[in-house]
């Protein structure tokens, strides 16, 4: 069993963004292992932080997909390794420059991201807890990829695997007409279906150790 038990954060907490802001990595540690997903294999990467201690990231894998204003379902499966190494692209939005959101924006934006401590998960892994990080931004703005939500240093220095996700924001994410065409809550419904996709595969990571 991998994880001890599963922290909840949602919608941007202030004391421990002071974790994101400085996270930049100073150099490559090796290549880890290919990670089977329940819908496909991925690659991840392990850097060297400037505290010198190592982080395993896995970036932009598709949990879910979605047609516009319908729930999320399961991605189509793959049988090629996914390069897990980039953020996916961010779920349209008005573009802000303090989120570096002006980057790639597409409605085939939902992904997913894992950041373990590679140090401590060494000693134990099946006591360190999980941590999914729900991005704030007042259902309108914001993502995973945002630098104040980059997960490497509170993985590292937390000591916990950390989980980052995108979910529809705006008119995509939460509009609603009233009926059953266009019932609204979409954001939400993928909140949901990021926490299942933990559930079903956040265990696959312990063969890192």
């Not at 009233?178 to 956040?202: C, H, Y």
């Amino acid at each position: 069993m991998y994880m001890a038990h599963t922290i909840l954060v949602s919608l941007g907490i202030t004391c421990i963004s002071t974790f994101f802001l400085a996270c930049c990595s100073t150099a490559f540690a090796h290549v880890p292992p290919i990670i089977n997903t329940i819908y496909g294999p991925v690659r991840g990467e392990a850097i060297v932080l400037n505290t010198n201690k190592t982080l395993v990231q896995y970036l932009g894998i598709p949990f879910a997909q979605a047609n516009r204003f319908e729930a999320p379902k399961s991605p189509k499966p793959w049988t090629r390794t996914v390069n897990a190494t980039s953020f996916g692209m961010w779920c349209p939005q008005h573009p802000s420059v303090i989120m570096n959101s002006t980057e790639d924006m597409g409605e085939d934006c939902l992904s997913i991201n894992v950041f373990l401590p590679e140090d401590k998960a060494k000693e134990n892994p099946a006591l360190l807890p999980v941590m999914l990080w729900i991005h704030g931004g007042g259902f309108h703005s914001s993502g995973s990829a945002a630098g104040l939500f980059n997960g490497g240093y509170l993985a590292t220095e937390g000591e916990v695997i950390v989980v980052t996700f995108n979910y529809r924001v705006g008119v995509l994410g939460f509009l609603s007409t009233g009926t059953s065409e266009i019932p609204g809550n979409f954001g939400l419904l993928d909140q949901v279906e990021a926490m299942r996709w933990v559930q079903k595969n956040i265990e696959r990571w312990s063969v890192l150790f």
